[in-house]
């Protein structure tokens, strides 16, 4: 029969002790403050930490404050950004830079809701910001710790009002944050969602789940659905040396990217082998289209881009396949 699990509070100082041994090394975990926090919690979001370290390093050097990043053109954000994805998260940033500048002097926010109140935060990045850089105690809780919780727990899917309760005890009261990040730093290497590591796991003689031998069970899996396919044309327009390139609106998706006009209508001219690209909620399924059709007249939010200039535009992911594929074609070196 199996023992009963040891109370949760017991394993607070092996929980610290295990991260002071085993925490991967960030930049973003040296000199914080709340900028630095901020940048970097936004940037994880949904993107492994091991991607985000080069584009950390570049922002810092690019927009090493709050007021560098305020005074920037939307542009060079995005341009900065590229290649990370979901851009709503670089003009959110933008934007509240901006707000904090104009309308507070510059100063950070203390509380969670003084936070969450600037574009594109939620309770996870504001917890980690005041855990992180201002110290409180407080649990930052994202899918690491949810895992973490669910099995700790035997519980298919605690709120976060239950992991608060169930796993505050774990953080230290000296240096709180230490406890914080030992949390999500499990949950990313050893608590991991297939291959869990349950004997070097500092919180296993806790862990309701190991004791029944069915950590596996745990978080209960959710149900997945396939997303739809969107099957669209990218319009490439050549001039001597020169694309017809488009900006995105600010609202939507890729908003304030330049990139390729597209429809779904299919167009007349040659068709260059299809690329697939998945998102979200949709898979794209788009096929580049060399016209020889003369585009209709330019709007403020279409140019004759040069080739030489596209590096320092700010292209979605996408984008820069198609250009890949012009390449490839012949279809760039042929213009320049």
Known sequence: MASEPAPLATRSRSL????????????????????????????????????????????????????????APRSDV????????????????????????????????????GWRALPGIGSYTAAAILAFAQGERTLAIDGNVRRVAARLLAHPAPKDAEIREALLPLLPRRQPERGTEALIELGATVCTPRQPRCPACPLAPA???????????????????????????ALVHLRDDEILLERRPDEGLLG???????????????ALPALRHAYTHFTLHLTPIVTPE?????????????????????????????LDLLDQEGLLASTS
Do not use: K
């Not at 936004?42 to 927009?63: C, D, G, K, N, S």
């Not at 190991?210 to 396919?229: E, F, G, I, K, N």
């Open 16 to 71: 610290v002790a295990w991260f002071a041994r085993h925490a991967r090394t960030f930049p973003w975990r040296e000199n914080r403050t709340p900028y630095r926090v901020w940048i970097a919690e936004t940037m994880l979001q949904q993107t492994r930490a091991a991607t985000v370290v080069p584009y950390f390093e570049t922002w810092m050097t690019r927009f090493p404050d709050l007021e560098a990043l305020a005074q």
């Open 78 to 113: 995005l341009a900065t950004w590229q290649g990370l994805g979901y851009y709503r998260r670089a003009r959110a940033l933008h934007e509240a830079a901006v707000h904090l500048v104009r309308d507070h002097g510059g100063t950070f926010p203390t509380t969670e809701t």
């Open 207 to 233: 862990c309701q789940a190991h004791q029944q031998d069915a950590v596996l069970a745990y978080p209960a899996p959710r149900a997945r659905r396939t997303p739809p396919t969107r099957n669209r044309y």
């Open 256 to 270: 304030g990217l330049w990139g390729f006009p597209q429809t779904e209508t299919l167009p007349t001219g040659r």
């Open 294 to 322: 003369t585009p209709s007249a330019l709007t403020d939010a279409t140019r004759w881009t040069p080739v030489h200039q596209l590096e320092s535009l700010p292209l979605s992911n996408v984008d820069r396949r198609v």
